[in-house]
């Protein structure tokens, strides 16, 4: 089986000081996608360049402190990309894509694994414009990129998709992360036009607090879990029929947000 997980770090740094290496250590994961790295390439140096073992590889934003994406694993890959040709958001360090190309693999000879990290559009109305946009130029990426090749895309996708994907669906139909429009993007990606599979749902169609994989700073959100299900596992059908099980880890935190874990039935 090929682990492959995804966390949000919330800052890679602080991560490390909760755990994050040693837990990587025992847990084994073949792959590891990670985002909000809030470093720079000089912050990495002698400290991050590797975890447990894994090789990284990422795309850092321009701005300090600030996004940045990554992808640690034990398997060396085929080709590298940074960034997915976009004029405005590349600059903010979203997307980190490797390739693990074997034309001899039966299954999927072309496959990538990416990293991704959505914009949130929580902060007002100037970001959720800029969330839109990312989404308007992200989907024909994703469209184009599945005609050519399978993919996993691991990352905080910054929108809970259904009513079950988060606690307080109702009082939430107005802010960013639940709206009516980043909804239909996902129902569009995921429908037949498309055809992604959200690997989570396949394998848990009804879950709900279960499900949760980010809770807010604010109150006791964490202990009552009022949660919300950011973080995703998107993938080719070819892919996602080789997804056997999945597991949100909650036995310790490195962030607000919690790793979710997935086997396939597929190397590398």
């Known amino acids: 089986m ?8 919330n800052g890679i740094r602080s991560a490390a000081s909760k755990g994050l290496q040693d837990w990587v250590a025992q847990s084994k994961p073949d ?12 912050d990495m140096q002698g400290r991050f360049e590797e975890i447990a073992g894994l090789k990284g590889y990422f795309h850092f934003a321009g701005k300090r402190g600030y996004s940045g994406v990554g992808i640690y694993t034990r398997h060396e890959p085929s080709d590298v990309i940074v960034g997915y040709g976009s ?47 990312f989404l308007a130029e992200f989907y024909p990426h994703l469209a184009a990129l599945k005609e050519t090749r399978d993919f996993v895309l691991c990352g905080d996708i910054n929108i809970a998709h259904q009513e079950i994907d988060l606690k307080n669906f109702k009082g939430n139909r107005k802010n960013s992360g639940f709206l009516p429009e980043e909804r239909a993007w ?6 037949n036009n498309c055809g992604m599979v959200d690997v989570y749902r396949k394998l848990q169609p009804s879950a709900t ?17 009022v949660g919300w299900r ?8 070819a892919l996602a029929a080789l997804a056997r099980s999945e597991h949100i880890y909650r036995d310790q935190r490195f962030s ?7 086997d396939y039935d597929w190397e590398p």
Request: hydrophobic content about 35%; glycine content about 6%.
């Open 2 to 9: 090929f682990k492959l997980t995804s966390l949000n770090l």
């Open 31 to 42: 792959c590891i996608c990670v985002q909000e790295l809030k470093a720079q390439a000089t």
């Open 209 to 225: 607090d279960a499900a949760y994989t980010w809770w807010s700073n604010r109150g006791q959100a964490y202990a009552k879990n």
């Open 87 to 133: 004029t405005e958001f590349d600059a903010e360090g979203r997307y980190v894509e490797l390739r693990f190309d074997r034309p001899g693999r039966k299954q999927a000879p072309r496959l990538s694994i990416i990293s991704g990290y959505f914009p949130s559009g929580s902060s007002g109305e100037e970001r959720q414009a800029a969330k839109f946009r």
């Open 230 to 237: 950011l973080d995703y596992h998107l993938a080719t059908p």
């Open 256 to 262: 607000d947000h919690a790793p979710i874990i997935v």
């Open 186 to 191: 996902m129902t569009e990606l995921l429908g």
